[in-house]
DNA sequence: TTTTTAGTTCTCTTTTTTATGAACTAACAA
DNA sequence: TTGTTAGTTCATAAAAAAGAGAACTAAAAA
C-alpha cells in the first residue's frame, strides 16, 4: 500500500492548491489522495496510512471535509468500515462558491461608497467602475453556465 | 485623527476578506484604510497611526504591497514623506488573476489523469467533464471581458 | 461477556505566523 | 557637525494553527 512518487507529487500540488484556498494542509491532501486513488476512495485506516498522519488527524480532516460538503462516505454490507469519496457532484458548485467569493469585494466597496465623501470623485469613480465590472460578471455568470450546459446536453 | 466606528468595521472587514486570500491581516487592513480616507492616501506614520501597529509592521507590509503591485507611492515636492495609495488600475487585473488561480485546479487535475488508470471510467469522466467545464470559462472569460469593455467606451 | 474494530475527543507539543521594539541607515536640515 | 525625519532590518515575543498520542466510546463479533 504504497504511493508512487509521481502520486505523492501531485498529492502535495493539490494540497498546496487547497491550503491557499485557507484550509489546512492535510484537507487538500486528502482530497488530493481520493482524486489519485484508482478506487477513488478509501478507508479511515488507508488514509492514515497513505498520509502517514495520526488517527486524530484524519478523524477532524474528514469531519470538517464533510462539514464542507467536499466528502462523503458509504459502507459496504457486512463491513462497519467507511469508504470515504469525494463528493463530484459538487465540483462545479464549489467553483462557482469560489467565484462568488472573489465577487464579495463588490459588497465590500458598496459599504466604503457609504462612508466615503463625494470630495475625491475621481476615486469614488474609479471604486464605481470596478463595481459595474462586477456587478456585470456576476450577472453574466449564470447566462455562461446555461450555455455550457445547452452546449453540453 | 481617528476613524469612526463605521470606518473601523469596514476596515476589519476588509481585511478579514484579504486575509482569506492568504495575506496577512495588516495588508488588509491597510488597504482597507486607504479605501476609506477620503483623500485614498496616507503617509506611513499615519497608517501606523490610524491601525495602531508597529513601524516594523508597516514597513513590511507596504514593502510586501508593492510587490504585489497593490500599492504604490507618491511625493510631494518639499516633502520626504511618501504617500501611499492603492493601484487602483489593476484591480481588474488583480480580478482575473484571481479568476485563474481557481481554474489552475485544472492543470492539476490534468496530471491526476495521467497517472490514473481507465479501470474506473465513472470517476474518470467526472474528472473529464469538470475540466471541459473549466477550460470552457476559461475561454468564455475573455470575450465576457471584451464584451463589458465594448458597451462601456 | 469480553474483545475487536473503527473512529472520536482531549490535552499537549511543535511549528508557523504575526507583530513588536530597539538598533540601524540614509538623506536632508540646522 | 549634530540633529531630525522617514523609514528599514533584525532578534525575539506572543499568538494561532496543525498535528500527535493516549484515553475513550459505540457497535459489532467471538
Redesign the pocket.
Known amino acids: 500500500m504504497k504511493l508512487s512518487d509521481k502520486e505523492q507529487e501531485i498529492i502535495e500540488r493539490i494540497g498546496v492548491f487547497f491550503?491557499k484556498k485557507g484550509?489546512?494542509?492535510?484537507?487538500g491532501?486528502i482530497m488530493g489522495l481520493l482524486l489519485v486513488l484508482d478506487r477513488a476512495e478509501a478507508?479511515?485506516?488507508e488514509i492514515r496510512e497513505y498520509l502517514?498522519?495520526?488517527?486524530?488527524?484524519?478523524?477532524?480532516?474528514?469531519?470538517l471535509l464533510q462539514s464542507l460538503d467536499r466528502v462523503e462516505?458509504t459502507t459496504k454490507p457486512?463491513?462497519?468500515?467507511?469508504y470515504?469519496r469525494l463528493k463530484v457532484r459538487n465540483w462545479r458548485k464549489d467553483m462557482q462558491d469560489d467565484m462568488n467569493g472573489i465577487f464579495r469585494i463588490s459588497v465590500l466597496l458598496k459599504e466604503v461608497m457609504e462612508v466615503r465623501s463625494n470630495s475625491n470623485s475621481e476615486f469614488n469613480h474609479c471604486i464605481s467602475d470596478f463595481q459595474n465590472f462586477i456587478e456585470f460578471m456576476k450577472e453574466e455568470m449564470p447566462k455562461l453556465i446555461e450555455k455550457y450546459d445547452r452546449l453540453h446536453s
Open positions: 491550503e484550509h489546512q494542509p492535510i484537507l491532501r478507508t479511515f485506516d502517514s498522519v495520526s488517527k486524530s488527524a484524519v478523524s477532524n480532516a474528514l469531519t462516505y457486512g463491513e462497519r468500515k467507511r470515504f
